[in-house]
């Protein structure tokens, strides 16, 4: 679980730039990730997915990077605009558990203009 | 396509009283649907899996008696709170997922619960 009191990781960044922001994931077992978008007061949208048999995959304007060496998922945004200003968070499932998400902890992303 | 709703989005109740939050898949049939808890500024957790037409599945630590579960159609879930109090105050949302959608779950908006 979470420890009590810990913040939410925060990505500042200026309208224009690349933003990259980071996820460790939990099971070495999990075969399919997300990247999630959430807005305050919304629930949670999808951005990017990627299977364990990749390691990069592209969308428009995002990018997702697997290491699965090191259990670790980035998700990629060029040219960041305001409207990309969220709390984005990555998903792990695993094989065999009856398609039940394990969400990471969240980044909030501020774009400023 | 694969929109998910979720009535009412937001609720303010008594503490004791029950609230019952319903997930509709409007445009796909949801061979299972999920529910989490999502407190301020923290990740969602999942709270259960229920499959239609089965008892729901329920995570370690989470009441079943307390957060009662139906699933008696392809397109609806009901997550009822049972006797509320102040501590189950969170933003509750639902997913469901297709059977031929593999891994994919849709979400829907979310329903904030606030328990006075």
């Known amino acids: 679980g979470e420890s009590v009191g810990l913040h939410l990781p925060t990505l500042s960044v200026q309208e224009g730039d690349n933003s990259i922001i980071n996820c460790a994931y939990s099971n070495s077992a999990s075969d399919y990730f997300i990247w999630y978008k959430q807005e305050s007061g919304k629930g949670p949208q999808f951005i990017i997915d990627?299977?364990?048999?990749?390691n990069k995959r592209q969308g428009q304007r995002v990018t997702v990077l697997l290491n699965k060496t090191v259990k670790h998922l980035s998700l990629q945004i060029a040219a960041t605009q305001p409207g990309d200003s969220a709390v984005y968070f990555c998903?792990?499932?695993?094989?065999?558990?009856?398609?039940?998400?394990?969400f990471g902890k969240g980044t909030l992303l501020t774009v400023n203009p | 396509g694969a929109v998910v709703s979720q009535h009412p989005s937001r609720v303010i109740c008594k503490s004791g009283t029950s609230v019952k939050i319903e997930c509709r898949s409007l445009d796909f049939q949801a061979t299972t649907m999920f529910w989490y808890r999502q407190f301020p500024k923290k990740s969602l957790m999942l709270m259960a899996t229920s499959n239609e037409g089965s008892k729901a599945t329920y995570e370690q630590g989470v009441e079943k008696d307390k957060f009662l579960i139906n699933h008696a159609s392809l397109t609806l879930s009901t997550l009822t709170v049972t006797s509320a109090h102040p501590e189950d105050s969170s933003f509750y949302i639902c997913s469901g997922r297709e059977r031929t959608s593999g891994d994919e779950q849709f979400f829907g908006p979310g329903t904030r619960l606030t328990v006075l």
């Open positions: 990627i299977r364990s048999n990749m």
């Open positions: 998903a792990e499932n695993m094989v065999g558990s009856n398609y039940k998400l394990t």
